[in-house]
Every structure is written in structure tokens, then in C-alpha cells.
């Protein structure tokens, strides 16, 4: 079903917000100590990047991912830059190409968003490689499948609260 | 774009410019961090703004855990206590050996008047979690500068070296490992005293020596103990076995490599070593003549 068929309340700036944080807790939880390599968390900053670059361009933008990534620079000790890099084109491209992207049943749009945070990851691999650090494996990968799969069950939960109320009067 | 918008069109920079301008600011970060380390001061504040959210996206985790040690059978307890026991028979043995050595040895340095290596403090720590960097072999640990642990401290496990204090939080320290990319070990072989280094391969790689010449004399199964020469990693630790030799004619060098001989991706007790020395500063490098330089400059 198209996301455009139906007309939305205005979402509050609060609930971005907010969304932001959950998520970050979530991108922050420790990996638990094990050996291996395969990082089956999805990044949901990244995925919440791209539905409210989508669905609210002028509230969230290129410059919004640029901070978002700086702060899980900080956080993860990367190299400075390297999500930020990484958030700001794939947030570019969504947000240059939502209103294509809204007519796209919500499979679509979670194809077209797991070539993005696959992307994401490439960027940030590539920054990486070029930085000296080895490959790591294919297992870095495997979260983006999981985030896109996550796609339509987010559009649903954030498009929750600005879904109207059953129309009592008329 | 018309050159006259009603007001609520504005958007503010159009998004391809705003994408120039982050980019090239990441990339300018990026270099300025991994090349010049301008940046750490900047991710001191920034960690101290993150700390409330890390620590409510750890506590979950860290409740798990202790619920976990809670409810450890008591059957597995009692089989390690008497582990336990025995190596602690064991180690006792081989202690009163150790003492009258080290009266002995204590007793030579008197004689030949160099300095001592310290008897430092160990500190007992627990790896909390991995590092959450994929890229780099690091792990959290529990232990931090209220207990006393400063950056490069050593960290050692009951079999060898596992790696260096890197940086230091109130209450938990980061420490990288011996296998995280070009990380460096002063070593020597310890049947002949070689000296080398031991260079880190990546996660999950083995350790490698770089720099031998192709007839050094070292062997498959030689162990590598730390030299002390870099007054940062203490004399005598064992870090490494050596693997696989080879010896290839078209390389300047051997390939040696070689696996640690502390588990350092399985245990989860550490001991931090606190025994920096401080070492007198390098002698500085001897001037050229000044005569020797005109000579020169005088036959061109």
C-alpha cells in the first residue's frame, strides 16, 4: 500500500527526536564479549536517517546525519567521520529521491533502503580500508538485511502516532 | 529555484550543498583524527556528553550479567574451586623457587649496580565487552582510573601478554590487544636473546615479525618474550610462539609468524601490570662536523 494514499496528522518535532534516542541506545548497546565477527545488529540511526530524510526533508537533513554520525564516532572510538561521511550520502540520496520513493509499495522502498545501508557500510569499510585497517568479513554485512527487512514494521510504528483519530465528528 | 519564494518554501541550503559542505568536513575530520591526532580533546568532551546514554544502553547488559554469575551451579563452582587449589599448589611450588632466585638476583643487580626492575602491583580486571569499533582488537574492561590503571599499562592473562592500556574512563578502561593492526611488541627470542619486534595482523590473525633477515636464526616453536627495550612492556613476559618460518629468496626479510601465547580472545579475567619505569631520555644523536659538510658541498 502506498505510504501517500492516506493524509497524515503533521508529526511533532519531539517524536523525532525522541525516535533519535531510542535509537542511539539501541546502536549503543556493547557487543557482548565473544570471538567472531558477525555483527548481526541492525544500525538503526542509519535506518531512521532514511525514513525521516524520506518522509520529513525539511526537519531532517544531511546536516542532521552528519551530527547523528559524529556522535557514534565518539561513541564507538572510529575515526572521526567515518558514520558521518557515510550517513550524509545515503541521507542525500534519499532525500533527493523521496518523491519517487513514496509511490513504492513499502517492500520496494525497504529494497531500495537495503542497497543504501549496504552502501553505508561499504563507505565506511572503504574509510577504513584506506586508513589501514584489515577486512573484517562478510559478517559486517549482515545487519543491513536484517534493518531493511525491519523497513515496513518502522514506517508502520512511526507513521503510528500521526495516523488520524477514527473521524467522530463531521 | 525562483528567485522569489513565499517564505514557508525555504529550506534552507539546498541538500547537494549541504552534502558538499558535511563531506568534505568529515573528510577534513577524518585526516585531521588519523593523521595528525588533533581531535582527541574533542572526543573527550563529546565522550562525556555520551556517557549518560552509554550507560543506560550498558546497564541492560551488565544486569544480564550479574544475574548470570548469580545463578552459576554450584557443582561448577566447586570444580573450579578445586582447580583452583591445585594451581594454586603448583604456583606456590614453584614461588619458594622463585624467592630464593630473586634474593640471588636481587643481590647480583646490587653488584653490578643497574637499575632493578621494579616489583610492580597487579590489578585484577574482567573484560566487560568488545570494543565496539569492528575494525580495531579491542576490549572494555572493568577496572579504571579510580583503580588506578593508566594508559599503557600492560595487561597480561596467566600465560603471557594480551595487550596495552589504551585509554582510560573513570570506571572502565579500553585496552587493545596484541593482534590489532601494526601493533607493536618489542621481542626477544628466548632461547638466543634475538632482539625483534612483533607486529599485530588484524583481528583473529596471526602476530607477525617484520624485519629479520633472511639468516637470523629463528625456529619454529621458539617463544618471544618481551625485551623491555620500549620502557613501556616489562622484561620477560612471554608474547608469542613462533608458528611458520619461511624463507622465501625473493623477500629481504623471512616471514615469520606467530601466535600469542596468552588467550586473548577467550578469558575473561586480565591482570593490568603497573610497573612503568621511568627511563632516562635517549642520548642525543652525535652533530655532523661542520668541516665534513663543506667538503662535501665544495666537490659539487
Known amino acids: 500500500m502506498p505510504v501517500t494514499r492516506e493524509l497524515l496528522k503533521p508529526v511533532k518535532t519531539s517524536f523525532i527526536i525522541f525516535s533519535f534516542i531510542v535509537a542511539l541506545l539501541f546502536n549503543l548497546i556493547p557487543f557482548p564479549f565473544s570471538h567472531g565477527n558477525l555483527f548481526v545488529l541492525p544500525d538503526l540511526v542509519a535506518l531512521l536517517l532514511l525514513y525521516w530524510g524520506m518522509h520529513q526533508p525539511r526537519k531532517v537533513g544531511v546536516g542532521t546525519a552528519f551530527w547523528l554520525g559524529l556522535a557514534l564516532d565518539i561513541a564507538d572510538a572510529n575515526v572521526f567521520g567515518q558514520h558521518s561521511l557515510a550517513y550524509c550520502l545515503t541521507t542525500y540520496v534519499v532525500a533527493s529521491r523521496r518523491r519517487q520513493l513514496a509511490v513504492f509499495p513499502l517492500w520496494q522502498q525497504a529494497l531500495y533502503m537495503l542497497g543504501l545501508l549496504l552502501l553505508n557500510q561499504f563507505i565506511m569499510q572503504l574509510v577504513r580500508k584506506i586508513l589501514g585497517a584489515p577486512f573484517i568479513g562478510w559478517g559486517y554485512f549482515v545487519g543491513c538485511f536484517i534493518a531493511a527487512l525491519l523497513w515496513p514494521l518502522i514506517t508502520r510504528l512511526l507513521q503510528h502516532p500521526q495516523r488520524k483519530e477514527s473521524p467522530s465528528e463531521l | ?300
Not at chain 2, 181 to 188: Q, R
Not at chain 2, 207 to 228: F, H
Open chain 2, 1 to 300: 529555484m525562483q528567485p522569489t519564494q513565499p517564505a514557508f518554501f525555504k529550506q534552507g541550503p539546498r541538500p547537494l550543498t549541504q552534502l558538499l559542505l558535511y563531506a568534505s568536513l568529515s573528510a577534513i575530520l577524518m585526516v585531521g583524527d588519523h593523521h595528525f591526532k588533533l581531535l582527541n580533546s574533542a572526543r573527550e568532551y563529546g565522550s562525556v556528553l555520551l556517557y549518560p546514554l552509554q550507560w543506560l544502553a550498558t546497564a541492560p547488559v551488565s544486569a544480564m550479567r550479574e544475574t548470570g554469575k548469580f545463578l552459576t551451579a554450584q557443582t561448577e563452582l566447586q570444580k573450579e574451586n578445586r582447580e583452583l587449589r591445585n594451581q594454586q599448589l603448583l604456583a606456590n611450588a614453584e614461588l619458594l623457587r622463585m624467592d630464593a632466585l630473586k634474593h640471588e638476583n636481587e643481590q647480583l643487580r646490587a653488584l653490578t649496580a643497574t637499575n632493578a626492575t621494579r616489583q610492580g602491583k597487579g590489578i585484577l580486571t574482567e573484560v566487560l565487552y568488545n570494543g565496539r569499533d569492528p575494525f580495531s582488537a579491542q576490549l572494555i574492561v572493568d577496572r579504571g582510573e579510580t583503580s588506578g590503571v593508566k594508559t599503557g599499562l600492560v595487561v597480561i592473562d596467566p600465560n603471557g601478554v594480551v595487550g596495552q592500556i589504551t585509554r582510560v574512563n573513570p570506571l572502565v578502561s579500553q585496552v587493545t590487544l596484541l593482534s590489532e593492526k601494526n601493533h607493536a611488541v618489542p621481542v626477544e627470542v628466548k632461547r638466543n636473546g634475538l632482539r625483534a619486534v612483533v607486529f599485530g595482523m588484524g583481528k583473529e590473525n596471526p602476530l607477525e615479525v617484520r624485519y629479520m633477515p633472511a639468516a637470523s636464526d629463528i625456529r619454529k616453536d621458539d617463544i618471544l618474550i618481551t625485551s623491555g627495550l620500549d620502557g613501556t612492556y616489562p622484561a620477560g613476559l612471554p608474547v608469542a610462539r613462533v608458528m611458520q618460518v619461511d624463507q622465501n629468496s625473493g623477500m629481504a626479510f623471512v616471514r615469520i609468524q606467530c601466535q600469542p601465547i596468552a588467550n586473548i580472545d577467550k578469558n575473561r579475567f586480565f591482570l593490568i601490570l603497573d610497573e612503568s619505569r621511568t627511563l632516562p631520555p635517549a642520548p642525543e644523536p652525535p652533530k655532523q662536523p661542520e668541516t665534513k659538510r663543506k667538503k662535501r658541498r665544495g666537490e659539487e
